[in-house]
Structures are given as structure tokens and as C-alpha cells.
């Protein structure tokens, strides 16, 4: 299982955003991140914990092994404002219950 | 360009099957690592995964649904088809066919389908 936190974050333009993302069990690096704008299929922004998908901006950072992961947006543009869902593989695969960053 | 384009029926009865199909360009499901699968997501809720399907015809399910769901291909094609049996109003959702192609799965995914289930 995953725990996305918080469930919401609001903050605004050029704020630092750090979401979480806590498993059940060791899942060693086998992590990744989504990120999904209302209308639009999810894309991949973060794979095995840290590596940033191609074309992905720099502002983008993933963290953690084991349990606990962290995707970090280093300052908010207006295109970040979305809803961010973590998946693991290690045991089958699953997902998050997804973290909104709405607008401040 | 990897493109995935998934199609289907926009509205199933209940007890009916669901089948899906995914048509795929840009890469070809003979190479090895590669795979298609199909992931969903209820109105207003999270993802879920339900099907993986590789190169080596090595499949994988969703454990609470794997009695109910079949994935297969078609590499001549480029299609992946998923059937989904019984189906119930939870069931409601929009499927994705997604890949796993380049640095991960799933890199790529489709524009989605909306399917209802109702009477």
C-alpha cells in the first residue's frame, strides 16, 4: 500500500512543493511519479525514485528508499498545478491515492 | 513518435464483457524488454492498474481482478486487446493502454477511454 501526503498542498508561484509518498513495505527504489492536469492522461515525470523521465524540467527531484519518498518541485511554475499520484512495482503494481497542489 | 490509441465500447451492460483494444505506433512489441498494459481510473478517483502484456508474452494481473481479466497482442498489427468479464457499474472508469518502452513503464500512455457501466 501507499500513503500519498498531504492530500492537498496549496501554495503558490515559485513556492518550493515537497510531496510525499509512504509505502507498506520495502520497495527499495522502485518507485515512480505522475503527474495528471484535469482532462489529460498522467505522464511520467520521476522513475526509480530519482531519475527524471526524458524531457522533464530540472525543477523536478525524486528521493527516498524503502519506505519513505519525496518529490520535490523546486519553485512552483503555473503549469505544476495538478494532481501527482506515486506507483511502485516491487510487489505487482500500485498506485497512490494521488496529492492535489492547487493554487494558493 | 510513440503513439497508443486505445478503443472500445462506450457503454456495457452489467454481466456483459468488456473489450478493449489498443493500437500502438512508434515501437514494436517484438523487441525484448518491451510491454503494453492498461491501467484505469473511476470518475474523480485514483489510477489502478489492471494488465501488463511483454514481448516474451509474459503477462501479469491485477491480483483482485485476474479471474475476470485476459490481455493478449497482436504483433503483426501492433494491437494489445484486453477483455474484461462480468462486468459491474465499479467498473465504470477511464482505461488507459499505456507502455513501458524507453527508461520505464509506463513512459507513454493513451488518451484514455471513458467506459460506463450501467443498464
Known amino acids: 500500500v501507499l500513503t500519498q501526503s498531504p492530500a492537498t498542498l496549496s501554495l503558490s508561484p515559485g513556492d518550493r512543493a515537497t510531496l510525499s509518498c509512504r509505502a507498506s513495505q520495502s520497495i527499495s527504489t522502485l518507485l515512480a511519479w505522475y503527474q495528471q492536469k484535469p482532462g489529460q492522461s498522467p505522464r511520467l515525470l520521476i522513475y526509480d525514485a530519482s531519475h527524471r523521465a526524458t524531457g522533464i524540467p530540472a525543477r523536478f527531484s525524486g528521493s527516498g528508499s524503502g519506505t519513505d519518498f519525496t518529490l520535490t518541485i523546486s519553485s512552483l511554475e503555473p503549469e505544476d498545478f495538478a494532481v501527482y499520484y506515486c506507483?511502485?512495482?516491487?510487489?505487482?503494481?500500485?498506485f497512490g491515492q494521488g496529492t492535489r497542489l492547487e493554487i494558493k | 513518435q510513440i503513439t497508443l490509441k486505445e478503443s472500445g465500447p462506450t457503454l456495457v451492460k452489467p454481466t456483459q464483457t468488456l473489450t478493449l483494444t489498443c493500437r500502438f505506433s512508434?515501437?514494436?512489441?517484438?523487441?525484448?524488454?518491451?510491454?503494453v498494459g492498461w491501467i484505469r481510473q473511476p470518475p474523480g478517483k485514483a489510477l489502478e492498474w489492471l494488465a501488463l502484456i511483454y514481448w516474451d508474452d509474459g503477462k501479469r494481473y491485477r491480483p483482485s481482478l485476474k479471474t475476470r481479466l485476459t490481455i493478449t497482442k497482436d504483433t503483426s498489427k501492433n494491437q494489445v486487446v484486453l477483455t474484461l468479464t462480468n462486468v459491474d457499474p465499479v467498473d465504470t472508469a477511464t482505461y488507459y493502454c499505456v507502455s513501458c518502452v524507453t527508461e520505464t513503464c509506463f513512459d507513454f500512455w493513451g488518451q484514455g477511454t471513458l467506459v460506463t457501466v450501467s443498464s
Open positions: 512508434g515501437f514494436s512489441l517484438t523487441n525484448s524488454g518491451v510491454g
Open positions: 506507483q511502485q512495482r516491487s510487489d505487482f503494481i500500485t
